[in-house]
């Protein structure tokens, strides 16, 4: 099987966008769009994400104590843009406060979770983060920014 016919099968999977945001040990910030997030465990809350293993990002997130996963709404398909743009301050001019352990949480996002950097498990290109969940916020109602077929949506397509 190859890459692209894999990967096009996975883009049939609609799923939620999110921003993982973390702090490095000198205080610069990294953030990043993913789309490889899901819930693991209600007791202790837990949940997982994975980055690729060449990443620039991957000493942050893997040395860090703590990092945010933060779930677009809808009307934040440009910040989805930018945080997946190489070689670019991707906070600038970007509204967020300080979560745990110093992680950004972005304005405006449909949920955030605050986690510690619980585990990892190397799979493949990727790296596994299950982080387990200190404090957690959601807008009820707010609509969700959506991924499918490579394309963002603000609803799901019929």
């Given at each position: 099987?190859?890459?692209?016919?894999?990967?096009?099968a996975?883009?049939?999977?609609a799923?939620?966008?999110?921003?993982?945001?973390a702090?490095?040990?000198?205080?610069?910030?990294?953030?990043?769009?993913?789309?490889?997030?899901?819930?693991?465990?209600?007791?202790?809350?837990?949940?997982?994400w994975?980055?690729?293993?060449?990443?620039?990002?991957?000493?942050?997130f893997?040395?860090?104590?703590?990092?945010?996963?933060?779930?677009?709404?809808?009307?934040?398909?440009?910040?989805?843009?930018?945080?997946?743009?190489?070689?670019?301050d991707?906070?600038a001019?970007?509204?967020?406060?300080?979560?745990?352990?110093?992680?950004?949480v972005?304005?405006?996002?449909?949920?955030?979770?605050?986690?510690?950097?619980?585990?990892?498990?190397?799979?493949?290109?990727?790296?596994?983060f299950?982080?387990?969940?200190?404090?957690?916020?959601?807008?009820?109602?707010?609509?969700?920014?959506?991924?499918?077929?490579?394309?963002?949506?603000?609803?799901?397509?019929?």
């Amino acid at each position: 099987m190859d890459s692209q016919h894999f990967r096009a099968a996975l883009g049939m999977f609609a799923t939620g966008v999110t921003i993982v945001t973390a702090r490095g040990a000198d205080g610069s910030l990294v953030g990043l769009t993913a789309n490889s997030f899901n819930s693991v465990s209600l007791d202790p809350p837990l949940v997982l994400w994975s980055l690729a293993r060449r990443a620039g990002s991957m000493p942050v997130f893997s040395q860090g104590s703590h990092y945010a996963i933060n779930i677009l709404a809808a009307d934040q398909m440009a910040l989805a843009q930018r945080f997946a743009t190489r070689d670019i301050d991707r906070f600038a001019g970007v509204p967020w406060r300080e979560g745990a352990g110093g992680a950004p949480v972005l304005d405006g996002v449909v949920a955030v979770f605050e986690c510690a950097n619980r585990s990892q498990y190397e799979e493949g290109d990727h790296v596994i983060f299950v982080g387990e969940v200190e404090r957690c916020e959601a807008r009820p109602g707010a609509q969700p920014l959506i991924f499918h077929g490579g394309r963002y949506f603000t609803e799901l397509p019929l």
